[in-house]
């Protein structure tokens, strides 16, 4: 059955503004933006209140040039944010997208600050793979579901009305490709058509559709999808029937290091501080360090499908700053022994092979060395008793194709021109890494979720205004 149903202003009841589909990052920065233009809203979501992958993430936002960073002497520029995304995603980027959302970023950092009262700051203990300056703004618990309340309760206070419990199922479009409307299922099985001038898609991508992601992801069919399973594809399956540009399809944002079988979140602090990752059979198999993304698929491909993590009371200290270590170290997850030997006891995992490798790693911090997976080393990172080890697995954290859309969020036609009245941000349009899981850089998730958003909600109410 198709998804996008052609359909007239006159088969519709209600007719608002601007419609927004779904309540997460993307959304709610959208929404939020184009109240402050004075444009009426209305965001449709399928769940009981707003969570989304947004509540699921660290809420961790990469943002160049804040006064968060001046504060602490950390020195950026969105030309340096920029030419890290297009360096980690291969130059698999369009530059246009890349650099307005890199230039943005500051400034949705500091209005979430200064005009809705985020508590932000930013991380200055660890830096995450691929970025030249340490710019991750998070608030003060770093967890996605304190950001998605904070987002929730700016919405409420805008009054801005939230459907919530509302699934979107057809999209209403003219034969022109203009967007009329959408089709939402309530609980009851009731169905109801809503009218737009303007539609924003920001129900993100594909990860909670099985067979999409067996068809464009093959090598996560298998893996935990870690994102939210409310996420079943729409913008995609709407946009390849509305003849939109659909690109990247196969790339997605992977980890290489959820607790198992606790499914909690471990901070890839514990890598990046000098940590390493060993199989079940005590064997170091990749550097660790080129991202947490590409991870996932080489956990995936040990035996029995996991990995350990090993660091130290240092490190650890460092990661408890993220309340999903925290709530690892209360379910158990984390061993600890005061000797490595002891610690592949604990693991169950062969004692000479693993005390081999890590003494490899520590000898090559000694001498701030390279190795054979081109991994390098530093001094500062030298391990101590006690030591400690969590067995992980490797997920599907979300995807990144899909729809393609010019530097205002506009969903671009296969012909590359932009269709009307239709705009896509966060895990809806195509993201910024590239083609594959190795193109992600930490934060591109919610960057593109908040500050795409941000720039469809503002390009949606010019629109608007001007019309
Ligand atoms: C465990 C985890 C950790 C992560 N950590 C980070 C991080 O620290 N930094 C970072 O940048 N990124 C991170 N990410 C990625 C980040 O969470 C996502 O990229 C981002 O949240 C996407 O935002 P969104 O608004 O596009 O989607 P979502 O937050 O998923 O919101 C989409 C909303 O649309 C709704 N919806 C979907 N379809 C429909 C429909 N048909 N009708 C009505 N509603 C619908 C859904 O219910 C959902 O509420 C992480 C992801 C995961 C899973």
């Known amino acids: 059955m198709s998804t996008v149903v052609a359909a007239g202003g006159k088969d519709l009841g209600t007719k608002v503004p601007l419609l927004i589909i779904g309540a997460g990052a993307a959304g709610l920065c959208a929404a939020l933006t184009a109240k402050e233009a004075e444009v009426e809203v209305v965001v449709v979501e399928r769940e009981t209140t707003p969570s989304g992958s947004t509540a699921l993430s660290a809420g961790l936002i990469p943002a160049a040039g804040t006064r968060f960073q001046r504060a602490k002497g950390i020195h950026d520029h969105p030309k340096l944010l920029a030419a890290d995304i297009a360096h980690k995603a291969n130059g698999e980027v369009d530059p246009a997208v890349v650099n307005a959302i890199?230039?943005?970023?500051?400034?949705?950092?500091?209005?979430?600050?200064?005009?809705?009262?985020?508590p932000f700051d930013v991380i200055d203990n660890f830096n995450y793979p691929g970025h030249s300056s340490l710019r991750m703004h998070g608030l003060p618990s770093r967890t996605g579901r304190e950001l998605i309340d904070r987002l929730r309760t700016a919405a409420e206070l805008n009054d801005i009305v939230i459907l919530n419990r509302s699934v979107a199922e057809l999209l209403l479009a003219d034969a022109e490709g203009q967007v009329i409307g959408v089709e939402i299922a309530r609980p009851d099985g009731k169905r109801e058509r809503i009218g737009c001038d303007t539609l924003i898609l920001a129900c993100s991508g594909f990860g909670g559709n099985p067979d999409l992601v067996r068809r464009h992801i093959p090598e996560m069919a298998g893996a935990i999808y870690f994102g939210h399973r409310g996420n079943r594809g729409h913008a995609v399956i709407?946009?390849?029937?509305?003849?939109?540009q659909l690109?990247?399809?196969?790339?997605?944002?992977?980890?290489?290091?959820?607790?198992?079988?606790?499914?909690?979140?471990?901070?890839?602090?514990?890598?990046m501080q000098g940590g390493i990752q060993v199989n079940r059979d005590g064997r170091r198999f990749s550097d660790e360090t080129r991202g947490y993304s590409e991870q996932a698929a080489e956990v995936l491909k040990q035996p029995d499908a996991i990995a350990w993590d090993v660091f130290d009371a240092r490190i650890a200290a460092v990661a408890r700053q993220f309340e999903d270590f925290r709530q690892a170290e209360s379910a158990g997850a984390i061993l600890t022994a005061d000797s490595v030997e002891n610690l592949a006891e604990a693991m169950h995992i062969p004692v000479a092979t693993f005390v081999a490798a890590w003494k490899e790693a520590e000898k090559l911090k000694l001498a701030s060395g390279q190795d054979r997976f081109g991994r390098k080393f530093l001094a500062e990172q030298l391990c101590g008793p006690p030591y400690h080890a969590v067995k992980v697995a490797g997920a599907l954290f979300h995807t990144q194709g899909g729809l393609a859309v010019d530097p205002?969020?506009?969903?671009?036609?296969?012909?590359?021109?932009?269709?009307?009245?239709?705009?896509?941000a966060g895990g809806a349009a195509t993201g910024i890494s590239g083609a594959t899981a190795a193109g992600y850089l930490s934060g591109n998730g919610l960057l593109t979720a908040t500050v795409l958003g941000h720039l469809a909600g503002q390009a949606a109410a010019r629109q608007m205004t001007r019309a």
């Open 102 to 118: 890199a230039e943005d970023s500051a400034t949705l950092v500091e209005w979430l600050a200064d005009r809705h009262d985020f």
């Open 238 to 244: 709407w946009g390849s029937e509305l003849g939109a």
């Open 247 to 271: 690109t990247h399809l196969g790339a997605y944002q992977g980890h290489g290091s959820v607790a198992t079988p606790h499914n909690i979140l471990i901070s890839w602090a514990v890598i």
């Open 408 to 424: 205002t969020g506009r969903v671009k036609r296969k012909n590359a021109t932009g269709f009307p009245n239709l705009f896509a």
